[in-house]
């Protein structure tokens, strides 16, 4: 049985089951979405999926240092969505500055597909939740920002520099990216600061 | 660099962070327990906490369809700690009922030890809403305890009968199994069942 029968048999017991459904079957390619960055061992690339999971739970374990009272809870639902669009528009590396610049049409429409997938006042929470990382234009939407810069960070280094080496990414662009990340969080930009900074002393970073 | 230089580093300009970060670079082993669930195209199995992320995100969309109120916060958090004894317990395949019932000891030492890397308050709450899934003791944790049975469902059906052909798991135990999603939600199990029903039609299942 494929998904389009499995869908059309659930159609058949309850529309308002199926519809979700679809929406959540969807999702299942985030899975196949390979990202940059390795697990921690090194053995493979992460995926977006596991990413997601790996960055909201992140943010739950530092969200008691936060510069400022958060909402966790929204911060975690902006961290699950984060990435949604990626089914579609795929991984672009934070270091393409460019790839990142022709990506945002493809993310919006992106955006428009897969959370269209919902009813429609349940499809714009999460879309709105998306706008709010994208745009960091509150304070969840900025510390699920600075998580979502600390976590690949963290891979990168004990990775042994992982795809910052494999792609020749400098020290000067390392700290440019991710130094928006004392936006969301000064105290997690200090920690991270210091960690790239004995990068460089011990010669993983130029 | 590896992970135990990373956390010291951390610790000479933050030792609050770096407690958490021990914490949040021990999770990313999750990536690498391997369930008994294919992704949707069946191309490999799914670990842990791409799957964590997937039940979540199942569980909001399909939150507005429960049976009684939720709070979905809730169930979202207690979906993204569901699965973290895994890291030392590994992933029982839930039809193999002795191996279930042996593990037991095991995720509780692993409850003990992985969220007590945390500040106790913190990893209290972490632990508190593990037990919650466990003895699905609230709504919440009975909605989370059907979602996380309806999810691997669709990928095993999806994926042309995955892990129950593979291992030989008859229709009688895969709804005896799957009837307990009915505690979380009526609803979902019907249409679960509908599913599973037309899958003996096919003959996906015995």
Redesign the interface.
Known sequence: ???E??LE??A???A???A??R???E??????IVRQTP???G?RL??S??H???V???A???A??ADEPLDL?RV??IL??HDIVEIDAGDVFIYDTAGREAVVAAEEAAAERIFGL??AG?GAE?RALWDEYERRSTPEGRFAYACDRL?PL??N??G?GGSWARHGVTAERVKAINGRMAEGSG??W??AE??LD??ID?G?LE
């Open positions: 049985m494929d998904r029968r499995l048999v659930a058949g017991v309850d308002g089951v199926a979700r459904l929406f959540v079957t999702l299942d390619r985030l899975k196949g697990v921690l061992d053995e992460e995926n999926a596991e997601s999971w790996h909201a739970m992140t739950w374990a530092l008691p240092l809870d975690i639902r699950l969505v919902l009813p349940e999460m976590q963290l891979a280094v004990a042994g105290r997690l200090e920690v210091a960690i004995a990068c011990e993983l």
